[in-house]
C-alpha cells in the first residue's frame, strides 16, 4: 500500500519561508517520480514541481527562481522549500506520484501567505 503523508505548511507573511515534507511508504521516492501540485481557492489544481529519478526538477514559471524541490532517500521524503512566498502562493499544496500506472496523493497541506 503506498501511501504520501505531508507535513509543514501553515501560515507566513508575505517575503517569508516554509518547508513541506512529503513521506513515502509503500515505494521509494528515489525510483519514481514526486510532484508537488496545489489548489487555491475556487481554482483549479495547478502543477508545481516534480523530481523524477534521476535528479532533474522542473518548476511551474509561477514558482521557478523561489521554490526548491529535494528528496532524502535515506528518510524517503521528498521536500518543498517556498521562499520568498506571496499572497498568491496561498493554497492547499499536495505531493503526488506514480507507481505502476497508478497515482497516489498527499493529504494536502495548507499554506496561507497574508500580512
Known amino acids: 500500500q503506498v501511501r504520501l503523508v505531508q507535513s509543514g505548511g501553515g501560515l507566513v507573511q508575505p517575503g517569508g519561508s516554509l518547508r513541506l515534507s512529503c513521506t513515502a511508504s509503500?515505494?521509494?521516492?528515489?525510483?519514481?517520480?514526486v510532484a508537488w501540485y496545489r489548489q487555491a481557492p475556487n481554482k483549479e489544481r495547478e502543477w508545481v514541481t516534480t523530481?523524477?529519478?534521476?535528479?532533474?526538477?522542473a518548476y511551474s514559471d509561477s514558482v521557478k527562481g523561489r521554490f526548491a524541490i529535494s528528496r532524502d532517500n535515506a528518510e524517503n521524503t521528498v521536500y518543498l522549500d517556498m521562499n520568498s512566498l506571496k499572497p498568491e502562493d496561498t493554497a492547499v499544496y499536495y505531493c503526488?506520484?506514480?507507481?505502476?500506472?497508478?497515482?497516489?496523493w498527499g493529504q494536502g497541506t495548507q499554506v496561507t501567505v497574508s500580512s
Open positions: 503526488q506520484t506514480e507507481v505502476r500506472g497508478t497515482k497516489f
Open positions: 523530481l523524477v529519478s534521476g535528479g532533474a526538477s
Open positions: 509503500g515505494t521509494l521516492v528515489s525510483t519514481n517520480y
